[in-house]
């Protein structure tokens, strides 16, 4: 539960300046650690928690009342014994575990091309890539299930996109709005800038002027065009 912090203002003498500084209880940061620990300290008795941090039966159950604000050693001990998050003890805020924090997004061996275009293979190998949870769902707005990684290759994006970059992709086409999409165009995967106009037709443009802008008509036949993810995030090689 997120808690509003109410902010005091006090206001200092001092020989030079008058400095004002927010004060904030620390009581209002910590709200709810209580059922926190309750939560972590599970079926184990009170004593048998306070015994394995280190401290009084006593002190604990004043922590887990609320009635005294845990130190932050006692915390610091608690995070490394249970392995749980410090900051989600404290604040309530993120994941109880840190290794709950991050997600496995699937890199795919191959290459949006930002060129001419790339056959996809029927198969291509895969290596999972760690990526902090949070950040996918708050930062950038999508679900981590639906996130792949993938590689430009050309340099018909440039210079938006380079040769080597690495993209993340949302498979997430329920809002489609203009923007960087990777496509499959007969067979082959590029990644294009997409413009939705009327009647079913898009325009696809490279943002490097000496490729030419194309018009395809999703409505007519024997049009191999699908839009495979939409591009909401690049990572450039750490020697660009």
Known sequence: METN?????????????????????????????????????GKRTQQEFADSIGISKTTYHRYEREERIVDVEVIARICEKYQFDYT???TGKGSPHEFDRYVSIPQYDIAA???????????????????????????????????????????SMSPTLGHGDVLLVTSDLSKLRDGIYVVRYDGMLQVKRLQFQPRSK??????????????????????EFKVVGKVIYTIKPSNS
């Open 5 to 41: 912090v109410d902010t005091q203002v006090e206001i200092t003498e001092t020989s030079e300046e008058t400095k004002i500084e927010p004060k904030i209880e620390a009581a209002e940061l910590s709200a709810g650690i209580g059922d926190r620990l309750l939560q972590i300290r």
């Open 88 to 90: 989600w003890v404290i």
């Open 113 to 155: 091309s930002a060129g001419m275009g790339a056959f996809v293979e029927d198969h291509p190998e895969v290596e999972m890539v760690l990526i902090d949870r949070i950040w996918l769902t708050m930062r950038l707005s999508v679900e981590p299930q639906d996130v792949s990684m993938i590689n430009v290759c050309g340099d």
């Open 202 to 223: 898009v325009r696809v443009t490279s943002d490097n002027p000496m490729y030419r802008p194309y018009v395809v008509n999703l409505e007519q036949e024997g049009i």
